[in-house]
């Protein structure tokens, strides 16, 4: 009797877990498979932050768990919906609607007057960067400032009205 390989029937067939990870390990280039779904899924966007996320699984299960079962698609699947709960939770702290800087150079000839930029933390000051690494602007670091903004946020310097504005990265 032929079984559809599928995450729900997957303990009837009797294999292992890996071998149900061994095309996403080969798909994202990490040998991690909680790291492979993490990037399958979106929910991180480097092998290296996926990997370091995925120590968080291993530290939220139980010790006495068997090897295999700690590689159970349902589970880890389970554990990154927990996951991404929680850090929906954590990004509704934002940084303030518009963040008031002072200007680096001088826009008063530039007929564009939105920049996209990017932010480069300096003890308690934001530097704002063009893409091509042109110091722009400088502001106040707010106190709700999270150094993973730079991953969910995009940035516009309006040089007219001098504020960096965010927006939710799409």
Excluded: C
């Amino acid at each position: 009797m032929l079984i559809e390989p599928s995450l729900e029937n997957w303990p009837q067939i009797g294999l292992p877990w890996i071998v149900l990870w061994l095309k996403e390990l080969i798909t994202w280039g990490t040998l991690e498979p909680v790291a492979a779904y993490l990037l399958a899924k979106g929910i991180e966007i480097t092998r290296s932050e996926a990997e370091e996320t995925a120590l968080l699984y291993y530290d939220a299960q139980p010790q006495d768990q068997a090897p295999n079962e700690l590689l159970n698609a349902s589970t880890i699947r389970d554990w990154v919906a927990t996951l991404s709960k929680q850090r929906q939770s954590s990004r509704r702290s934002r940084p303030p609607a518009s963040m008031e800087v002072r200007l680096l150079r001088d826009f008063s000839q530039a007929q564009n007057r939105q920049w996209k930029v990017v932010p480069v933390e300096v003890d308690k000051y934001l530097y704002w960067f063009d893409p091509a690494g042109f110091p722009l602007a400088v502001s106040q670091k707010p106190q709700s400032w999270r150094t993973d903004n730079l991953h969910i946020l995009d940035f516009i310097l309006d040089s007219s009205d001098e504020v960096v504005l965010p927006s939710y990265y799409i």
